[in-house]
């Protein structure tokens, strides 16, 4: 399929006026019934899971855990256009083409905003809140989602995004916790305050609290208040326009002048690289959400998984079975995988062990966290 015919088939259901080429702002359509948009951000450097992750090819467009990669089971999810309208992709412009393959192969739409270069998740939304302003007015429902997470129970998940729905829509700020199953330092936490009125189900958050150490990972578990932050977010375009603009009016007005200025064509909206340059590269939870007074969560359970590290997956999967040419004698608590090279151990107990092309990770389980300094490193010898 050459790139004209996948876009004629990633643009099903789009009219000519809305695909033809424009700069400025996009002609305004009818909400449907779906009410809620689907922003899924597709951004990152590929390091978590070097080395089968690299920059030219980040882990959502890998398969880890079955056939599909996790982008694809992201687009799975927010399927039904009964009740979801077709997301808007966040990713950046080198990762196009990935993007539009993994739509065809869901059979889905989409729009893509395309990032010239990186400014983080802040920036991300508040173009993605602006694209969805102007495409279908202010109080417009946006389900916030990365596109590498993974999520065994995906009815748990909708019925999560439901009970949040009347809270977004009453000007919350909606993120979505997860119970922890363990101290784990390597996630944010959330700690829960008072009910919301009106809403069932949530909760105020009374603080953000970024990857902890140990112990205090250790009381938070021990007290039922604390959550994980899953980076999961339901609000209203509008909503989340004043509030960027309230806190981080650098981020906000970059980002909305970035589409604004940006060049459309077909599904694409490439953002102008002069304008997004010049927001500050901040997390949404660090620019907006941990100074917001309208943020609340929802506790879920739908067996979610980052799959933030090389521990994390291993957690997920059978360690006493290796994955790819792999022989093993005399192991214990070994995770490792191959996708070509022969790979034998012996006697050796507690490691993670990951062979991708040319390239060998090995390393002790419980430090996986630890990948971008033993890449920083390499880097630094290479230059």
């Given at each position: 399929?050459?790139?004209?015919?996948r876009e004629r088939t990633v643009r099903a259901g789009l009219s000519r006026s809305e695909s033809e080429t424009s700069v400025g702002r996009?002609?305004?359509?009818?909400?449907?019934?779906?009410?809620?948009?689907?922003?899924?951000?597709?951004?990152?450097?590929?390091?978590?899971?070097?080395?089968?992750?690299?920059?030219?090819?980040?882990?959502?467009?890998?398969?880890?855990?079955?056939?599909?990669?996790?982008?694809?089971?992201?687009?799975?999810?927010?399927?039904?256009?009964?009740?979801?309208?077709?997301?808007?992709?966040?990713?950046?412009?080198?990762?196009?083409?990935?993007?539009?393959?993994?739509?065809?192969?869901?059979?889905?739409?989409?729009?893509?905003?395309?990032?010239?270069?990186?400014?983080?998740?802040?920036?991300?939304?508040?173009?993605?809140?602006?694209?969805?302003?102007?495409?279908?007015?202010?109080?417009?429902?946006?389900?916030?989602?990365?596109?590498?997470?993974?999520?065994?129970?995906?009815?748990?998940?909708?019925?999560?995004?439901?009970?949040?729905?009347?809270?977004?829509?009453?000007?919350?700020?909606?993120?979505?916790?997860?119970?922890?199953?363990?101290?784990?330092?390597?996630?944010?936490?959330?700690?829960?305050?008072?009910?919301?009125?009106?809403?069932?189900?949530?909760?105020?958050?009374?603080?953000?609290?970024?990857?902890?150490?140990?112990?205090?990972?250790?009381?938070?578990?021990?007290?039922?208040?604390?959550?994980?932050?899953?980076?999961?977010?339901?609000?209203?375009?509008?909503?989340?326009?004043?509030?960027?603009?309230?806190?981080?009016?650098?981020?906000?007005?970059?980002?909305?002048?970035?589409?604004?200025?940006?060049?459309?064509?077909?599904?694409?909206?490439?953002?102008?690289?002069?304008?997004?340059?010049?927001?500050?590269?901040?997390?949404?939870?660090?620019?907006?959400?941990?100074?917001?007074?309208?943020?609340?969560?929802?506790?879920?359970?739908?067996?979610?998984?980052?799959?933030?590290?090389?521990?994390?997956?291993?957690?997920?999967?059978?360690?006493?079975?290796?994955?790819?040419?792999?022989?093993?004698?005399?192991?214990?608590?070994?995770?490792?995988?191959?996708?070509?090279?022969?790979?034998?151990?012996?006697?050796?107990?507690?490691?993670?062990?990951?062979?991708?092309?040319?390239?060998?990770?090995?390393?002790?389980?419980?430090?996986?966290?630890?990948?971008?300094?033993?890449?920083?490193?390499?880097?630094?010898?290479?230059?």
């Amino acid at each position: 399929m050459d790139s004209e015919d996948r876009e004629r088939t990633v643009r099903a259901g789009l009219s000519r006026s809305e695909s033809e080429t424009s700069v400025g702002r996009l002609k305004a359509l009818p909400l449907p019934k779906a009410n809620i948009l689907p922003v899924i951000l597709s951004g990152g450097s590929g390091s978590r899971l070097w080395p089968y992750s690299t920059e030219d090819t980040p882990k959502q467009f890998l398969s880890f855990i079955g056939e599909k990669s996790l982008f694809q089971l992201t687009l799975e999810r927010v399927r039904n256009r009964r009740r979801f309208l077709a997301p808007l992709v966040v990713s950046s412009a080198r990762h196009a083409d990935l993007c539009e393959q993994s739509l065809v192969a869901e059979g889905g739409d989409a729009r893509l905003i395309l990032e010239p270069c990186p400014r983080n998740t802040a920036a991300a939304i508040g173009m993605a809140a602006a694209v969805a302003r102007d495409l279908y007015g202010e109080n417009t429902l946006l389900l916030v989602m990365p596109s590498d997470h993974l999520m065994e129970d995906v009815e748990a998940f909708h019925a999560a995004v439901s009970i949040g729905e009347a809270a977004a829509r009453s000007g919350h700020l909606v993120t979505f916790g997860i119970h922890p199953s363990g101290p784990d330092t390597g996630y944010g936490y959330l700690k829960c305050g008072d009910g919301i009125e009106g809403a069932p189900g949530v909760k105020e958050v009374a603080r953000f609290i970024e990857k902890p150490c140990l112990e205090l990972a250790e009381n938070m578990v021990a007290d039922a208040r604390h959550l994980w932050n899953a980076g999961i977010f339901l609000f209203e375009a509008g909503i989340f326009l004043e509030e960027v603009m309230r806190h981080a009016p650098l981020i906000g007005g970059a980002a909305q002048s970035a589409v604004s200025a940006g060049e459309k064509s077909g599904i694409r909206i490439t953002a102008d690289i002069d304008h997004l340059a010049s927001s500050p590269s901040e997390s949404v939870d660090y620019a907006v959400m941990e100074h917001s007074s309208r943020v609340a969560v929802v506790p879920m359970a739908p067996g979610w998984s980052d799959l933030g590290s090389w521990d994390a997956l291993a957690a997920l999967m059978d360690s006493a079975r290796p994955l790819g040419p792999v022989t093993t004698v005399d192991c214990d608590d070994c995770y490792i995988r191959s996708d070509g090279v022969q790979v034998a151990a012996l006697g050796v107990r507690d490691l993670i062990i990951v062979a991708s092309g040319q390239r060998l990770l090995i390393l002790p389980r419980g430090r996986s966290q630890e990948i971008k300094k033993l890449l920083s490193v390499m880097d630094s010898m290479a230059a």
